[in-house]
């Protein structure tokens, strides 16, 4: 399967711990995206990272970083957790369209977070 | 501000109904729009996307732009049960110099049988 794989499924963490999270983008995608979407919420924009560098990055606190991977794969890492940081995270694979066109995302299976 | 909006629902159709998802953005310069459903407690998946000016048709699913009201839309004809899930809308927008494609908080759909 070339889909976008994360890694792991579901997470329960304790307030003020630090985790992290993976995706491996779709077969042929060289960008890789992180959402945070709360309960009843739309997917809200985090960072984007393109060439192993973060290209943008939404209004997200200096405690979610990320990394990416020669080989496309990201991760996402969360410090200092808040309850409020319990979320769905989504991993959104696609081609490079900082300067040009998106032709929209493949989504992973997401990774369900929560803080206690 | 750079926007995405849409009605939060829910929104209830008897089955075999035409369902009517709406969308509006804020920025102009967008060149593209998607529409994904997401099922409760999945990840969204694409069904539809629109680049032009008019409708795009994909069996039940129509998509409609009109660029100049800065409005997309979303038809289902036939609506079963299992097109019951949450409809977000999706557009790139500028917040800087750089697109950032950013989503609706997501309509609910609930068709009845």
């Known amino acids: 399967d070339a889909g976008v794989t994360q890694s792991p499924t579901h997470l329960i963490k304790t307030r003020g711990q630090q985790v992290t999270l993976r995706c491996s983008p779709k077969s042929g995608h060289d960008t890789v995206s992180w959402y945070q979407q709360a309960l009843g919420q739309g997917p809200q924009f985090i960072f984007q990272?393109?060439?192993?560098?973060?290209?943008q990055r939404g209004n997200f606190p200096d405690r979610f970083s990320g990394h990416q991977f020669p080989n496309y794969s990201s991760e996402l890492n969360v410090n200092a957790l808040l309850l409020g940081d319990s979320a769905l995270y989504l991993c959104?694979?696609?081609?490079?369209?900082?300067?040009?066109?998106?032709?929209?995302?493949?989504f992973g299976s997401g990774t369900r977070l929560t803080v206690v | 501000q750079k926007e995405v909006e849409q009605n939060s629902g829910p929104l209830s159709v008897p089955e075999g109904a035409i369902a009517s998802l709406n969308c509006t953005y804020s920025d102009r310069g967008s060149q593209s729009f998607f529409w994904y459903r997401q099922y409760s407690g999945k990840s969204p998946e694409l069904i539809m996307s629109i680049y032009s000016n008019g409708d795009k048709e994909d069996g039940r699913f129509t998509a409609q732009l009109n660029k100049a009201s800065q409005y997309v839309s979303l038809l289902i004809r036939d609506s079963q049960p299992s097109d019951s899930a949450t409809y977000l809308c999706?557009?790139?927008?500028?917040?800087?110099?750089?697109?950032?494609?950013?989503f609706g908080r997501g309509t609910s759909l609930i068709v009845h049988p």
């Open positions: 959104a694979s696609s081609l490079e369209f900082v300067q040009g066109p998106w032709n929209g995302y493949t």
């Open positions: 990272y393109y060439e192993e560098e973060e290209r």
């Open positions: 999706a557009v790139p927008l500028r917040p800087g110099g750089s697109y950032i494609p950013t």
